[in-house]
């Protein structure tokens, strides 16, 4: 009777511990698949994101080892609802020193700052009647009309800066979207262009007394003029007093595209938007010679080729 159960319709135990084993087995298949599917993800994003990084160290250490260029800059920059267009042509040599000449507006303008130099001021004539060379604050109104940052900060160093610096924050925060592709011809260079997207937010500091705006942004870490466009009541950088309270945007800008050129690793081109969204600097260096051996003359002002003193 047992012997008929058996092979009859009662349970085989080997086949019901096989489909047990099997049934296990394919759960154990279906999480390992899902995992991986929910894993590949993560490490691709952390494979873009050392890309990322090994692109803007790369890009730092070959600045680093230029001593001298020359070029063309072309600039837009957000002054309230005006977006204003300069194209210049100049020269910058390591330590540091800058010359620069207006093609467009203010055609014949030059501007001379040697960090050490002229009690560190800015040498400059405006190109028009009259038309006298004066020593200027490099951070003060007339120098900084029609500018978002000083000569003292002009140059390729100090836009890879600016950019690093905000990537490099989001990536430690995690709270911005950031990715790495093929950025096309630039300029006349195939590039690699990173993107990135943060949240617009950002905090409240007080003003200290006797301090004005450019000092407080070096206090808490934000460029002076972006503190300045995003504070509507404040006019200038000495219009604030002992007591205000002045909003801080968290980061340098809520979206930014930066071009690398792939033949030479250095960054040759910025976009950024304001935290309203709205196009707020794009900067384009073209035309660049790499260590075309400048020397004093470039920097001197008495240069037979510049306009500072009559001929």
């Known amino acids: 009777m047992d012997s008929q159960g058996s092979q009859g319709g009662g349970l085989d135990p080997s086949r019901s511990l096989r489909k047990t084993r099997f049934v296990s087995l394919l759960a154990l298949l279906l999480s390992c698949v899902s995992n991986a599917a929910a894993q590949a993800p993560v490490d691709a994003a952390d494979a873009e994101i050392e890309q990322i990084r090994a692109l803007l160290l790369k890009s730092s250490r070959v600045l680093a080892e230029v001593d001298d260029y020359r070029g063309t800059l072309w600039k837009q920059e957000r002054f309230g609802d005006e977006l204003l267009e300069q194209t210049i042509a100049f020269k910058f040599s390591r330590p540091f020193k800058v010359y620069v000449k207006y093609v467009e507006p203010h055609a014949g303008r030059e501007v001379i700052y040697i960090r050490g130099s002229n009690k560190n001021k800015v040498r400059a004539h405006k190109g028009s009647v009259p038309d006298l060379p004066v020593s200027l604050s490099p951070f003060g109104r007339i120098s900084m009309k029609g500018n978002h940052h000083p000569v003292t900060s002009f140059g390729l160093e100090s836009m890879l800066r600016i950019a690093a610096s905000s990537v490099r924050k989001a990536i ?65 950088p000495r219009d604030v007093r002992p007591g205000q309270r002045v909003f801080i945007p968290r980061y340098y800008a809520s979206r930014g595209q930066f071009f690398f050129s792939k ?49």
């Open 172 to 236: 430690k925060r995690g709270d911005a979207s950031i990715s790495l592709s093929d950025g096309g011809i630039v300029l006349g260079h195939s590039t690699w262009r990173i993107e990135m997207q943060t949240n617009a937010g950002g905090h409240h500091v007080t003003v200290r007394a006797s301090e004005n705006l450019w000092e407080l942004a070096r206090r808490v870490g934000q460029d002076m003029y972006v503190i300045l466009h995003h504070n509507e009541d404040i006019r200038s």
């Open 263 to 311: 033949q030479t690793q250095l960054m040759i081109k910025t976009i950024t938007w304001d935290h309203q969204g709205r196009l707020y600097e794009r900067y384009e260096f073209s035309d660049l010679e790499l260590n075309p051996g400048l020397d004093d003359q470039d920097f001197d002002y008495r240069n037979e080729g510049y306009d500072f003193v009559p001929h």
